[in-house]
């Protein structure tokens, strides 16, 4: 368990600002779920944790052996195809939205009371 440590700005604890800043994080909000490098993976990995995209995915890999293929390569990648673009856009959209609103509340001011 770590405890949150909050300076005041009043100069007396300022020689304890470089050890503390170093063990804790900044002090904004973030509630996206991705960054520009794990989108894609981790997208990825939360949309065939779904079953029914496993299932799409399977018939994707079934359908490129010669001897069981019933439709063409390309048809049967489509809805798999259609679905996760969908689900990534809709993903990204909902993502920008969380970070514009996390950068509006890391803007606004507030007010630190000291004793």
Do not use: C
């Not at 909050?6 to 050890?19: A, E, F, S, T």
Request: no cysteine; glycine share 2%.
């Amino acid at each position: 368990n770590k405890w949150r440590i909050v300076l005041p700005v009043n100069g007396r604890q300022w020689k304890d600002w470089k050890q503390v800043s170093t063990f804790y994080s900044r002090n904004g909000i973030r509630t996206t779920k991705y960054t520009w490098f794990t989108f894609l993976p981790q997208n990825l990995l939360g949309q065939f944790h779904r079953l029914s995209n496993l299932y799409f995915f399977f018939l994707v890999v079934l359908n490129w052996f010669p001897q069981v293929e019933i439709f063409h390569r390309e048809i049967t990648m489509l809805p798999l195809v259609v679905v996760l673009l969908a689900s990534m856009i809709k993903d990204a959209i909902e993502d920008y939205r969380k970070y514009q609103y996390d950068k509006r509340v890391n803007s606004t001011k507030t007010r630190v009371y000291d004793k």
